[in-house]
Nanobody, 111 residues
Framework: QVQLVESGGGLVQPGGSLRLSCAASGTIFGIKPMYWYRQAPGKEREWVASISNYGTTNYADSVKGRFTISRDNAKNTLYLQMNSLKPEDTAVYYC?????WGQGTQVTVSS
């Protein structure tokens, strides 16, 4: 079983940047696709970005051009670089992979 722990969230002003990390531990074997999701208050959880076994990335239209998903397989860590943040990006961000979810990290974009 794999455990995922997100970190790096916080309060940032509009136009600012944050870098989220998702550290995997436990029984890890093989390279699997990984995902970032987010859930804003009163909204359904939505997919944000994904990265394949081989590094192919995909993004939701709402974050395309602003967010970058990456992974360091040697460190078992997933990243989400978030630039040009908007208030609408405010949400709890979750990483997912190996059939499990992290606990989430809060991102608040406000002036």
């Amino acid at each position: 079983q794999v455990q995922l722990v997100e970190s790096g969230g916080g309060l940032v002003q509009p136009g600012g940047s944050l870098r989220l990390s998702c550290a995997a531990s436990g029984t890890i074997f093989g390279i699997k696709p990984m995902y970032w999701y987010r859930q804003a208050p009163g909204k359904e959880r939505e997919w944000v970005a994904s990265i394949s076994n081989y590094g192919t990335t995909n993004y939701a239209d709402s974050v395309k051009g602003r967010f970058t998903i990456s992974r360091d397989n040697a460190k078992n860590t997933l990243y989400l670089q978030m630039n040009s943040l908007k208030p609408e990006d405010t949400a709890v961000y979750y990483c997912s992979g190996w059939g499990t979810w992290g606990q989430g990290t809060q991102v608040t974009v406000s002036s």
